[in-house]
């Protein structure tokens, strides 16, 4: 049998991508909207929509409260290359036009053309305002 040991960041990234189930919307208006959004993103910066998942739901608690998950890779092997971008946000909506936003985002990042070097960041973003009279999930999804 066949056995293969992988390290555990990308245990991680293959638990936190399963877990993205597909179409994952919450009914939420602006839910919806962010959906349109998110994708025209995955459509124009990813090759293959198998590279880009991302799921939006409400919590439990409160249905004014979105939990964002978004996973993207690109492994481009001809440029001996790979990578990942994991993000999970939290929108806090007070109302059509006002809404609080926060959330972390951890990238992986993996060269190995004549060496082998990898880069490892995680980015917390401290909750920030979102007041626009325009569209509020384009400014999410510009954030």
Partial sequence: SLQISLPEDEIENIKLKSSIPDDNISDHPLAKALE??????GEEHYVSPEG???SIEPTE???????VKTHAEKIDENNYYAGSWRGEWTIKIQSEYDAQLEGSVHIHVYCHENCNVQ???IKTFKEKNLEQKCD????????
């Fill in 52 to 54: 880009y998942k991302f």
């Fill in 136 to 143: 509020l999930a384009e400014s999410i999804k510009n954030q």
């Fill in 61 to 67: 608690s409160d249905q004014n409260i979105l939990k």
């Fill in 119 to 121: 880069m490892e960041t």
């Fill in 36 to 41: 349109k959004e998110l994708k025209s993103y």
